[in-house]
């Protein structure tokens, strides 16, 4: 039905609000609402059925179907609950809900250095922002040289299952045999007196690399110390401190907040740090009774020479050169690794070993020891989810030292009596993928990784008035990670020797 609308109100001057008098459109009047004002369904009707009463001399309510009725009306109401008085019948079973629909409080570990209100930050790196860096050339790879002579891996651990598990031996564990050498070994430093100068230069281990590869899945603590022994000649040395977490297996690391360790857990072994730590040693008895007694032998580069490591556990190094942005001569820097092999196989295929610790609190059951038989698949997708940053910075260790195959066993904690013991594990399955198969399987980018490296190396290269060391922070509680000025602790025992000294002075005046 075609209609004008009537022309727009306009208000006189010094006056504001709807017309004082009554608007109407044909002889039919009607009101003015404000936008927010509520409008029935009926508002229109009595005076539309008043028309037709004058017009068609009918009675009242004939001519249409009224839809006042209460039911009707409902439908059209929009109830407002900005206002309304919540009351609360049921206190006691509503404040029980609220208790169990709280998110729970995760505890994290303390930061491994601290971050000072007058500390310098360098830059800021945000982890869901790193995810989508994006480094299409892949870095051109050299073998430099190699050193020592590998385990042979033992098959015979592959058989290991839920029906027949396999206990690791833990019994002459020692957390330093398994040290890694200082980066600044012989053979390193023979290497950068070839290579400084050319190009700038990095230094590192895989250890460490991998950790900056995978940083934007980690939640605890840790950092890297970056030194300059050469500014002039744009040299880096990334490495590693004591309890600087980077060697730390962490459990459930990206777990939900319902199911992940916190650190003020009342069960000691089920805080982080003692999860860290049982995770540790596991990883590392895995490595080493997985490893025959015969050692082999193996030629990368043409250049091998004999392995200056003694009282740690024997590896196979192979030291790398990644050319990083050959295309872009601005860009341009090296970085040289330390990378290593665990084992080989007979037919001489590389091996990283690596053992993934299942979370099992005291009082459940092990999920492995039930499904593991029947579905071995899944079990690494299902262990990705809560393990995002140990399984990714696993499979950078192996694209680092370009690896055959990773062996990853699935260890779970005994259990005695209907009792889990955290002191003793056994090997309840053990599976061998290739790096690549196993990255393209979990969505882990090869080339994201290496464009969070490239990302942070541009701004360590970057000139600053301070020439001092660095340190690559990963914040307790933060999702960022900081690249910041390195803390003098000089000072601090500069200022403990003086207060000694006037409290020495001050026993001998009185005496």
């Known amino acids: 039905m075609p209609f004008e609308l009537p022309p727009l109100y306009v208000n006189p001057s010094f006056s504001w609000g709807p017309p004082a008098t009554e608007v109407s459109i044909d002889g039919q009047p009607f009101q003015l609402h404000f936008k927010k004002t509520p409008l029935h369904a009926v508002d229109w009707l009595p005076g539309f059925q008043k028309h037709l009463e004058e017009s068609a001399n009918v009675k009242p309510g ?14 059209f109401d929009k109830p407002d609950n900005k206002n309304r008085k919540a009351t609360n019948y049921n206190y006691s079973q509503s404040k029980q809900r609220r208790t169990y629909e709280r998110g729970r409080k995760i505890v994290e570990l303390p930061n491994t250095v601290p971050i000072l209100g007058e500390t310098a930050i360098y830059a800021e790196f945000l982890q869901h922002e ?20 590998p385990f042979v891996n033992d098959n015979a651990i592959n058989s290991a299952s839920c029906a027949r598990p396999r206990p690791l031996d833990e019994s002459a564990y020692s957390a330093a045999y398994f040290e890694r050498p200082d980066v600044l070994d012989p053979h390193m430093k023979q290497l950068i007196h070839e290579n400084a100068g050319k190009v700038p230069l990095f230094v590192t281990t895989d250890e460490v690399l991998s950790l900056i590869m995978s940083s934007y899945f980690s939640i605890h603590p840790w950092h890297v110390t970056v030194s300059s022994p050469s500014r002039s000649l744009k040299l880096f040395v990334l490495e590693k401190d ?11 690391e990206t777990a939900p907040k319902d199911v992940a360790p916190t650190e003020d857990d009342d069960i000691i072994s089920e805080r982080i740090s003692s999860l860290g730590e049982e995770s540790t040693r596991v990883h590392n008895c895995f490595i080493k009774q997985s490893c025959l007694r015969s050692r082999g032998t193996v030629r990368l580069s043409d250049r091998v020479v004999k392995s200056t490591f003694t009282d740690v556990h024997p590896r196979f190094y192979r030291y790398r050169r990644f050319m990083m942005n050959v295309d872009t001569p ?38 492995w020891r039930k ?17 995002k940053a140990k399984i990714t910075r696993w499979i950078a260790l192996s694209h680092l ?25 056994e090997i309840v399955s053990v599976q061998s993928e290739v790096p690549l198969v196993l990255a393209s399987h979990l969505g882990v980018r090869v080339q994201s990784m290496w464009a969070v490296v490239d990302t942070i190396m541009q701004k360590i290269m970057e000139d600053r008035t301070n020439d001092g060391d660095m340190v690559l922070v ?15 602790d000089d000072d601090d025992d500069e200022e403990e020797e003086e207060e000694e000294e006037e409290e020495e002075q001050t026993e001998e005046e009185d005496d």
């Not at 790193?130 to 002579?149: F, I, N, Q, T």
């Open 371 to 387: 499904e593991l038989d029947s579905n071995k698949a899944s079990a690494l997708p299902m262990s990705y989810s809560t393990n």
């Open 330 to 367: 601005s860009k341009r820097y090296d970085i040289i690794v330390r990378c290593e092999v665990d084992a080989v196989e007979r037919d001489n295929s590389l091996v990283r070993l690596f053992g993934l610790l299942e979370q099992c609190r005291p009082g459940s059951t092990s999920v």
């Open 130 to 149: 790193m995810l989508k860096y994006e480094h299409p050339p892949l870095p051109k790879v050299e073998d430099l040289l190699s050193c020592g002579h």
């Open 401 to 425: 030292s370009s690896v055959n195959f990773m062996k990853i066993g699935l260890v779970a904690r005994t259990e005695k009596d209907n009792r889990i013991d955290p002191e003793h594990h």
């Open 242 to 252: 004591v309890d600087s977490n980077v060697d730390r297996q962490w459990v459930s």
């Open 62 to 75: 004939a001519a249409f179907r009224d839809v006042i009725e209460k039911n009707e009306r409902k439908k």
């Open 474 to 488: 990963k914040p307790s509680g933060s999702y960022k990670i900081l690249l910041a000025e390195k803390q003098d």
